[in-house]
């Protein structure tokens, strides 16, 4: 199901694999970030959210000022989320807000039980969340259908699969 309440986020949401997919849709103005994930993170509670593919290949490079907002508030409320997988979705040209991401998560005090991967594209983000289920076709043609076709694959790379499990 397409959830249009964020306008900062492009949102699906499929109840049966407790699958949320976001992806950023705020262009260059990064002044509601934190506004707009703070009703990401609520969306994600109230719909006991334990698998979530973040694409944030649009996202413009995250500031200093919300890396710490992200690291010392809204990373700690996601201790009360049942997560168990994640996926980031950033291109290889992205390699900022990679870095910044990953230095939030090892710096963060925070015990995640979710196991949190960095994947290039979306599609393979959604292979390995869904774990190759029947219901992934439907769920890439409600996306496709709601904000377009992804772009293309790059051909011959392969995903790096980091190993980042915090528990």
């Known amino acids: ?3 249009n309440q964020i306008k900062e986020f492009n949102v699906q949401h499929d109840e049966a694999l407790h699958l949320l997919r976001v992806e950023w849709a705020g262009g260059r103005d990064m002044s ?10 609520q969306l994600a509670i109230r719909l006991h959210i334990t698998h979530v593919l973040l694409g944030l290949d649009s996202l413009p490079d995250i500031s200093a000022y919300d890396q710490i907002w992200l690291g010392t508030h809204w990373l700690p409320r996601l201790q009360q989320m049942p997560l168990q997988q994640a996926v980031v979705v950033l291109s290889s040209k992205q390699v900022y807000n990679q870095h910044a991401i990953e230095t ?5 005090k925070i015990n995640f039980n979710s196991d949190i991967q960095f994947f290039t594209q979306a599609l393979a983000g959604m292979h ?3 774990d190759g289920s029947a219901r992934l076709p439907a769920l890439l043609a409600e996306w496709v259908a709601a904000y377009g076709p992804a772009l ?3 051909r011959g790379l392969s995903e790096p699969r980091a190993m980042y499990r915090h528990s």
Do not use: D, K, N
Request: hydrophobic residues 60%.
């Open 1 to 3: 199901m397409i959830i």
């Open 32 to 41: 509601r970030l934190r506004q707009a994930l703070r009703q990401l993170q």
């Open 104 to 108: 939030m998560l090892m710096m963060s």
């Open 128 to 130: 390995w969340l869904t």
């Open 152 to 154: 293309p694959p790059l």
